[in-house]
């Protein structure tokens, strides 16, 4: 499963970037079988999770962007975004997204994308 991230760059804290991740490849029906995720990596940190979306829709957030990140999915596109607003200098991170089956747990990862708050 190839999944390809952009969106990240560079913003002012308090501003605004909308993240995509796309799974060419997949097709429409096996998309759906897939919850998805964003996980975010900053310098010497481990990776967390960010926020997750069920093939259905139902979301979940980190206690740290409730509020100011959202999470959607396009099935037909095989699109996941990440909406993140009123962005934080400590948001900095390489953010990746993530396929996981939705019976067996296979999971799959992006390559990432940079996303830097300046203060």
């Known amino acids: 499963v190839q999944l390809q991230a952009s969106g990240g760059g560079l913003v002012q804290a308090g501003g605004s970037l909308r993240l995509s991740c796309t799974a060419p490849r997949m097709i429409f029906s096996t998309f759906t079988m897939y919850n998805m995720a964003w996980y975010r990596q900053a310098p010497g940190k481990q990776r967390e999770l960010v926020a997750t979306?069920?093939?259905?829709?139902?979301?979940n957030y980190a206690d740290f962007v409730k509020g100011r990140f959202t999470i959607s999915r396009n099935n037909s596109r095989k699109t996941v975004y990440l909406q993140m607003n009123n962005l934080e200098p400590e948001d900095t991170a390489v953010y990746y997204c993530?396929?996981?089956?939705?019976?067996?747990?296979?999971?799959?990862w992006g390559q990432g994308t940079q996303v830097t708050v300046s203060s």
């Open positions: 993530n396929a996981e089956h939705v019976r067996d747990k296979s999971a799959y």
């Open positions: 979306i069920t093939p259905a829709g139902t979301t």
